[in-house]
């Protein structure tokens, strides 16, 4: 059987790093702060939030949390954005998604400052992230690369797939394994012979939203896979992209679900508003 990527473990572990930083930084009466913005009573956007709050407040930082009516108009919800971009407490901004339809998404990404967009969507962070420049990455993302390196796999060289080409999983972590120096196939659900195509590969990221989708006929004896999805079989019960019972002992390694990349998200939009902070707090000192 392959060896389980335990996504809880390190998501402890980077957060107990993040946490020690915050508390050094306390020190020098420092303290970032994450927004997030919540429109609407969809209660899994609720149950998500609640567990960022938590999540923000162990660490030590400032959590912010803004409930907006579901009709609220778009134009308020911009001045919202427009008011935390100017707040220096807040160095984070994250406007929980989905929007009610009547609202722009696109808009409200823009509207956020670049640079506190820990939630790496802006054009510009994206923009950044393609041509190589420092910019904020997609929480997912940076977790997958990070639980891919935990394996102990040197990611140089490998043959990378990535199945899924959404602008928030799968484009990013196919140009993050690239800037890992992997040569990287994106697949989707129009590509021939997907099994073959996900044969290939030494590190296999699966991100297609259809549950127990890719099976060991699709797996390359001791590959890394690592699960996106978080689907409900015909049992309702929770589970991922990959059907782990028939993928387990083709893999060299494999990302449960749940307890795989879950866990990791929440961790790194952490981290990704501590960099905020501290690129904030320096540019505040250069321009004094």
Known sequence: MGQIIDGKQLAKKIQEDVTHEVAELAKQNLQPGLAVVLVGDNQASRTYVRNKQKRTEEAGMKSVLIELPEDISEAKLLETVEDLNNDVTIHGILVQLPLPKHISEDKVIDTIIPEKD????????????????????????????????????????????VIGRSNIVGKPVAQLLLQENATVTIAHSRTK????????????VVATGLA?????????????????????????????????????????????????????TITMLLANTLKAAKRIWDKQLQTK
């Open 118 to 161: 820990v939630d790496g969507f802006h054009p510009i962070n994206v923009g950044n992230l393609y041509v190589g420049k420092e910019a904020f990455v997609p929480c997912t993302p940076a977790g997958i690369i990070e639980l891919i390196k935990s394996t102990g796999t040197a990611i140089e060289g490998k043959r990378a797939v």
């Open 193 to 204: 012979d997907l099994p073959a195509v996900a044969r290939e590969a030494d590190i296999l």
């Open 212 to 264: 127990k989708f890719i099976k060991k006929d699709a797996i390359k004896p001791g590959a890394v896979v690592i699960d996106v999805g978080m689907d409900r079989d015909e049992n309702n019960k929770l589970c991922g992209d990959v059907d782990f019972d028939d993928v387990k002992d083709t893999a060299g390694y494999i990302t449960p679900v749940p307890g795989g990349v879950g866990p990791m």
